[in-house]
């Protein structure tokens, strides 16, 4: 090699010493070493000398533009002689111990590790190999291995493996040597195929006799080994033959734990863990564990380490090993199925409900005959690897086939069959001459009578409302008959609107006294409606002077409580003995314009329940008023599902129960399967109850004094979908530490493991004058538990387990009556009741229909309301106006669980209605076909995803069924007619709640959006596509600060094709057809970041939306718009607002920016928050950089 190749970088010289010796070494290779080797001997010595003394010759070798590495790798191949192959070994130990990876990666580039692992197999063949030799090349080894991808594949074919297994049998007391090789064999482990030969050639049992009990001496020597078995110990067949050491290892572990007393060896006691860990992913290895009392010896010693910080990783590994072994248990029920049943006159041909109803009686549906199936059940040792697998996998779910994404050109169905839908549009052919003008409100509004109850009701606050006249019939022929609804009327709101405003000044009666007080604890906690009204109760009632309710607990005994219900004779009587059961009720006239006690026990009477629910909740009966306060999301201290506190706490407090057997009480205490079952306390246990609408909570069985499992029930005709839950809790003590499991969860992770809180209504708390829902609950974790779920609850999946939420609660109110929920309730009573008090406050130019659109399967009515401008006269101008307003269809609530879906519906309601300007704006800008419940028989039921056919109904709008899907049937139906007569709605929205990702944000549709997240080739013909469906979003997130752009996704997926939205899109022809997702949990950006998000930010959203929607008619149709200029301004000043600090306004909250962020390790891309799907998540970056195509 000449001076010109080996120059180097500048700054260094040319002329450098080591590059003359390099220079001469090169030339000793190119004459093959065929010269005496005694010069190559001096050369590498003289080389090493400088490498050592000074620090600039390592940077010279190591430099880009220097070939030094190239000869030291090509004398270290040519040569023979042994001196000059140290003293080259001992140059490289000196290079790569120092600079870390770029030069161990210069080296491999270079073809390093080959020649390394060539000197290993020529050293094998001299017998013996030369100690100093072997010591030194695997000290190269060990430091190349780790950054060479491919080292265990290129020493498995180069037959290097047993070469080092090999020196490693022959030299056990030879720590020295021992130590490169422990270190060389771990990166050989960390491929599997390798691991599993080493096993094979005994390496396992060598790792055994290498370990041992505490000592001082050799304890790097340990450290190396324990790592070195917990690589090999990740295969499963090393596993299996190491599980006869489990006890060796807990022996091991106990004795470094016992003399350990200063920590200084945690990396030992780690690893000991480390082989527990990974033997306990077999079953064998796990029932090693239980025979060796494992969990005994890792629960005491953790709880030895809990004083002491440093050892969280120890106490973390050991929770782990101890969750993982934790025996499987069944659920305590005879069935997973739900309680109740509502028998279909038509199955479905296939799928889970058919499934469900084929099943042969006496199949155990809870747990499998061998639920510890070993493949299925090698566990994970973390929570979210399912969603781990979705993130990095490719998103399969696209739909790829263009086909499918172009709207449909042709109408599926007949427009003769469509015509019977012409009723529900009588807006586009009403020409109002037999309307007076100058009473609009007659005339406009169908008003159909309140069904008739089927059975006696006892309504302690009842008052005697007239029936009106029914003047528009429901849908006949298709659909069964539908019961007809009462009148549906809507009152003015503002956007703005603040009705907290007298939060702290409410007109409220004075608290009971300690009398009141004890009544309550021993029976109210909710009204009943078991027979006929009190005596004298009929007539009006002074809204500022209401007759008080009576404390139902007084006379309806609760289930699996104290006796038989009482009968309406027995209920009079007790009113008139026990004056004390009178609960004084607080004025709510300010607090709830649109709330009214009265007339929800009167609604309630025609809502129709599977259960056939005699009672009313106290919260749904006397309403909420949001708290004026701010609801902070829960700061997230320690990782998601990690085992520190909380966490690491209700994890000890679940091993306890198998340790210590006898102080568990399994006891229970209320039991919807055995509903006449007697529970006799003595007042030392909580009384449950969720026989009310939209009520959810199977079972509960007290554990420990203050600790309770859940069981939620199952959507009725289906065997799972467990998340929503909706009780009562009476009978606790003020002060006490009270834990709620409920333990069969079904997803693998939650909002509640980033700062979201379950809600809680107090009774007393209401009575004082504030009827709220608050966030509330501590310690608040979602983890695996040791519930076995079976193959028919989990889709043939086995070796599954159901997921816990658990929380504490401190009862602040002796007596209290307490309801706890999953988000804030909003039951169809409820709805029924809003639109009635709405309707009372119509403004006489409002456009106002409600029909029926059709009845559910339980009988219960569908709303469809009709909404927008009176025209100003009858002249041709103004009804042809009229008539060619734009439509928009807005629907929600088919998924009965998202309660928060009505809450934002509540607000488009209330805006809409609204006597403001800009509501007006709004009317007579568009006219609005709205379905504010498409799923009634699932809310009223309590269910959390399905209605009463056991399916999915946003599943079910390609193909819906009259029979088994009649509110979906029926709403396409309106929209195929709408196509029909070349009128498809401008707008399409499907409200609804997403239960594991933050903030409000759409789903919509686009070919373009979805052929960019595929491979598939496509012309830009094809592609071609208006952007318009953009718009919409845009607008949002520039208004509503609780919506998030980032979060939108426009991509259609494969497992989305029969969503309301991708159908709406596809079949309807409707470019903007959406699904809007709001939070169950809050903000993490804009003005609610860090806050949980409440009802009046639910509303506020709703309200903006229809502000989004009169934007949007202003960009779309600039010039008829023109002489609305109170439009602009008033949008101007809602803008403005947005980021304004109102002093009258205490529920105005400031940007946070400074507000910390967390990383969430959970999949977020489900609509609905279900099956997770990628698609979003690999959407978010693109849809920063396309936000301004808009």
């Not at 302690?460 to 069964?480: I, M, S, Y």
């Not at 004890?518 to 500022?544: T, Y």
């Not at 309406?568 to 709330?595: F, N, R």
């Not at 029930?713 to 929503?724: F, P």
Request: glycine share 6%.
């Amino acid at each position: 090699m000449n001076k010109h190749n080996m120059t180097t970088e500048k700054g260094i010289p040319s002329n450098s010493r080591v590059l003359m010796l390099f220079g001469q070494l090169e030339k000793l290779n190119r004459e093959s070493m065929l010269v005496d080797p005694e010069i190559a001997r001096q050369i590498t010595a003289k080389v090493l000398h400088l490498i050592q003394t000074q620090e600039k010759t390592r940077k010279e070798i190591m430099s880009k533009a220097s070939s030094g590495m190239e000869v030291i790798l090509a004398t270290l191949e040519n040569t023979q002689d042994l001196q000059t192959i140290l003293n080259i070994l001992y140059i490289l130990n000196e290079l790569l111990t120092v600079g870390g990876g770029r030069r161990i990666g210069v080296f491999v580039s270079k073809g390093g590790t080959g020649i390394l692992l060539q000197l290993v197999i020529r050293a094998s063949k001299e017998s013996p190999p030369s100690e100093e030799f072997m010591l030194q090349l695997h000290s190269v080894l060990a430091k190349v291995g780790p950054k060479d991808r491919k080292f265990g594949v290129k020493a498995r074919l180069n037959g290097a493996l047993n070469v080092t297994v090999n020196l490693l049998k022959q030299n056990l007391q030879n720590h020295k040597l021992l130590l490169p090789c422990l270190l060389v064999l771990q990166v050989y482990s960390s491929n599997t195929v390798n691991a599993v030969s080493l096993g094979k050639n005994g390496v396992v049992e060598l790792m055994f006799r290498i370990i041992g009990p505490y000592s001082k001496k050799n304890t790097s020597l340990l450290k190396v080994s324990l790592d070195t078995l917990g690589a090999l110990l990740k295969s499963k067949t090393n596993a299996q033959r190491a599980v006869v050491h489990v006890p060796v290892l807990l022996y091991i572990y106990q004795d470094w734990h016992r003399n350990d007393t200063r920590h200084r060896h945690i990396l030992i006691r780690k690893g000991i863990l480390g082989c527990l860990k990974n033997i306990t992913n077999i079953k064998l290895g796990r029932k090693a564990f239980i025979d060796a009392d494992g969990m005994r010896i890792l629960y005491n010693t953790s709880n030895e380490c809990l004083p002491v910080r440093t050892l969280d990783p120890l106490i973390n590994t050991s929770s782990l090993i101890m969750r993982k072994c934790f025996p499987k248990n069944r659920l305590p029920l005879s069935t997973i199925k739900s309680v109740f049943h509502h028998q279909l006159l038509r199955v479905p041909a296939g799928g889970p409900v058919a499934q469900l109803y084929n099943q042969p009686l006496g199949v155990d549906d809870v747990v499998d005959e061998s639920d510890n199936n070993e493949d299925a059940e090698a566990e994970n040792d973390t929570e979210n690897e399912v969603e781990e697998k979705y993130r990095h996998a490719g998103n399969d779910d696209v739909e790829t086939d263009i086909n499918k994404l172009r709207p449909k050109e042709t109408h599926s169905r007949p427009f003769e069959e469509l015509k019977i839908y012409e009723r529900f549009f009588m807006e586009l052919s009403e020409d109002f001459q037999v309307f007076n003008f100058d009473n609009p409100k007659r005339g406009v509004t169908a008003t159909p009578a309140a069904p008739k109850s089927h059975r006696p009701i006892i309504v302690p606050t009842a008052q005697a409302l007239p029936l009106k006249t029914p003047t528009a019939a429901p849908l006949q022929g298709e659909c069964p008959h539908p019961a007809p609804v009462p009148a549906l009327g809507l009152d003015t709101i503002n956007i703005t609107k603040d009705q907290d405003g007298c939060g702290d000044h409410t007109h409220s009666r004075s608290h009971p006294g300690a009398g009141l007080e004890q009544e309550l604890v021993q029976g109210l906690e909710r009204v009943a409606l078991d027979g006929a009204g009190p005596q004298g109760g009929g007539g009006g009632v002074n809204k500022h002077n209401r007759q008080p309710p009576i404390l139902a607990g007084a006379v309806a005994a609760r289930l699996g409580g104290e006796g038989e219900e009482m009968s309406a004779e027995d209920w009079a009587e007790e009113e008139e003995s026990d004056e004390g059961a009178v609960l004084h009720v607080p004025d709510t006239a300010l607090l709830l314009p649109l709330h009214d006690p009265d007339l929800y026990m009167e609604m309630v009477k025609s809502t129709r329940s599977v259960p056939q629910f005699s009672e009313v909740a106290y919260p749904d009966y006397f309403g909420h008023v949001a708290p004026t306060s701010r609801e902070h999301i829960l700061e997230r201290v320690y990782g998601v599902q990690s085992p520190l506190p909380p966490f690491r706490t209700k994890i000890f407090q679940d091993i306890e129960r198998l340790i210590h057997p006898n102080d568990i009480l399994d006891k229970v205490v209320y039991d919807l399967d055995i509903q006449s079952c007697t529970v006799v306390d003595g007042g030392e246990s909580l009384k449950f109850n969720s026989q009310f609408e939209s009520g959810n909570l199977r079972k509960a069985v007290q554990v420990r004094k203050f600790e309770y499992d859940l069981v939620l029930n199952s959507d009725i005709n289906s065997n799972h979908y467990h998340q929503w839950f909706y009780f009562e809790v009476s009978g606790m003590r003020v002060g006490a530490p009270y834990r709620f499991n409920i333990i069969n969860c079904e997803k693998s992770n939650s909002q509640f493991n980033y700062g979201m809180q379950v809600l809680m209504y107090s009774v007393q708390e209401a009575i004082s004058g504030r009827p709220r829902w608050v966030r509330t609950g501590t310690d608040i974790c979602y983890y695996k538990n040791h519930f076995s779920r079976s193959s028919i609850a989990a889709g043939g999946q086995k070796g599954k387990s159901y997921y816990t939420m658990t929380f504490s609660m401190t009862f602040n109110h002796k007596d209290d009556v307490c309801y706890f929920a999953y988000h804030y309730p909003y039951t169809y009573t409820t709805l029924k009741m809003h639109l009635q008090k709405l309707e009372a406050l119509r403004t006489p130019q409002t456009y106002l229909r409600e029909d029926v659109l059709c009845e559910t399967l339980g009988g219960n009515s569908c709303p469809l309301l009709t909404i927008t401008a009176m025209p100003e006269s009858t002249s041709n101008d103004q009804i042809c106006q009229f008539r060619n307003r734009p439509l928009v269809f807005l629907s929600s609530r088919v998924h009965p669980g998202e309660t928060n879906a009505s809450w934002v519906m509540k607000g488009t309601l209330e805006f809409l209605m609204g006597s403001s300007p800009l509501a007006h704006s709004l009317r007579e800008a568009y006219i609005f076909k709205i379905v504010p419940m498409l799923n009634p028989d699932g809310v009223v039921n309590g269910n959390h995803r399905c209605s009463l056919s056991g399916e999915d109904l946003n599943r079910q709008w390609q193909n819906p069924s009259p029979e088994l899907h009649p509110t979906i049937y029926h709403t396409k139906s309106l929209l195929q007619y709408l196509a029909a007569i070349q009128r498809a709605p401008l707008v399409f929205c499907d409200y609804h709640g997403h239960s594991r990702k933050k903030n409000v944000f759409m789903y919509g549709c686009s070919l373009k959006e979805t052929v960019w997240e595929t491979n598939i080739s496509a012309t830009s013909c094809e592609l071609h596509e208006d952007l318009g469906y953009r718009t919409l979003p845009k607008i949002l997130s520039q208004m509503a600060p609780a919506f998030s752009m980032a979060s939108c996704s426009f991509v259609v997926e494969r497992s989305k094709e029969a969503t309301a939205r991708v159908v709406v899109w596809r079949e309807i022809g409707v470019q903007r057809s959406y699904t809007m997702e709001s939070t169950l949990c809050g903000c993490d950006q804009g003005k609610y970041k860090g806050l949980q998000i409440g009802t009046r930010e639910l509303e506020e959203m709703g309200a903006q939306f229809c502000v989004a929607l009169l934007r949007l008619k202003r960009l779309t149709s600039p010039l008829k718009l023109r002489n609305h200029a109170h439009l602009l301004d008033v949008e101007s000043d809602l803008m403005e607002t947005r980021c304004k600090v109102s002093s009258s306004n205490p529920s105005t909250y400031l940007l946070e920016d400074e507000e910390a962020s967390f990383m969430e390790e959970v999949d977020y891309s489900a609509e609905s928050g279900d099956e997770p799907d990628t698609a979003d998540n690999h959407l978010s970056e693109s849809n920063n950089h396309r936000d301004s195509l808009t």
